[in-house]
T-cell receptor, first 115, second 108 residues
Framework: DSGVTQTPKHLITATGQRVTLRCSPR?????VYWYQQSLDQGLQFLIQ???????AKGNILERFSAQQFPDLHSELNLSSLELGDSALYFC??????????????FGQGTRLTVV | DAKTTQPNSMESNEEEPVHLPCNHS???????IHWYRQLPSQGPEYVIH???SNVNNRMASLAIAEDRKSSTLILHRATLRDAAVYYC?????????FGTGTSLTVIP
């Protein structure tokens, strides 16, 4: 158990809908990362937050947004969903904002299926 | 971030050592070498990381070439639970950029 909690574990929704994925980082970790894993793209970095502030952006679509709350949990909002958004979404956390020597701890993921 | 090259797949017999290679010829002086693994239907799991010297922990050993252009993850005794995709990642900033990794099959 990595200590990172993601909910829900599974989500099925229709095209055009909006969903929210939730992540609770490990106790004491201030940094949260979101990743998308699809069969044809592998693990893609989406966005990082550190202590409530956006720290870095990766390949995140404009239809997607995220935030980190004062209690350090984070939410990833996906809107106007398309079939191609079906994927596993992982959250990871680390103590520090990052840096080359920092390891991250990943949650079990949320499997999103868009029908 | 610099790229890494790993074999797509490898096989090992149970209870034998496994050497998973990674080439990173464009590594820069500030890049750390990280290894993560992903078991089926689970999130990536930290294995080990290092900069220049060889590193050991309870899960594995990391052997880093003197010129740092390659590294090898060593699992000393493979078990069936070690069957996973192993990712070698060069990290210089905050994010991890995952490649395609090596899918390790452990044969009983």
């Amino acid at each position: 158990d990595s200590g990172v909690t993601q909910t829900p574990k599974h989500l099925i929704t229709a095209t055009g809908q909006r969903v929210t994925l939730r992540c609770s980082p490990r106790s004491g970790d201030l940094s949260v990362y979101w990743y998308q894993q699809s069969l044809d793209q592998g693990l893609q970095f989406l966005i990082q937050y550190y202590n409530g502030e956006e720290r870095a952006k990766g390949n995140i679509l404009e239809r997607f947004s995220a935030q980190q709350f004062p209690d350090l949990h984070s939410e990833l909002n996906l809107s106007s969903l398309e079939l191609g958004d079906s994927a596993l979404y992982f959250c990871a956390s680390s103590v520090a904002p990052g840096g080359a020597s920092t390891e991250a701890f990943f949650g079990q993921g949320t499997r999103l299926t868009v029908v | 971030d610099a790229k890494t090259t790993q074999p797509n797949s490898m096989e090992s017999n149970e209870e034998e050592p496994v050497h998973l290679p990674c080439n990173h010829s464009t590594i820069s002086g500030t890049d750390y070498i990280h290894w993560y693994r992903q078991l089926p239907s689970q999130g990536p799991e930290y294995v080990i990381h290092g900069l220049t010297s060889n590193v050991n922990n309870r899960m594995a050993s990391l052997a880093i070439a003197e010129d740092r252009k390659s590294s090898t993850l060593i699992l000393h005794r493979a078990t069936l639970r070690d069957a996973a995709v192993y990712y070698c990642i060069l990290k210089s900033g905050n994010q991890f950029y995952f490649g395609t990794g090596t899918s390790l099959t452990v044969i009983p």
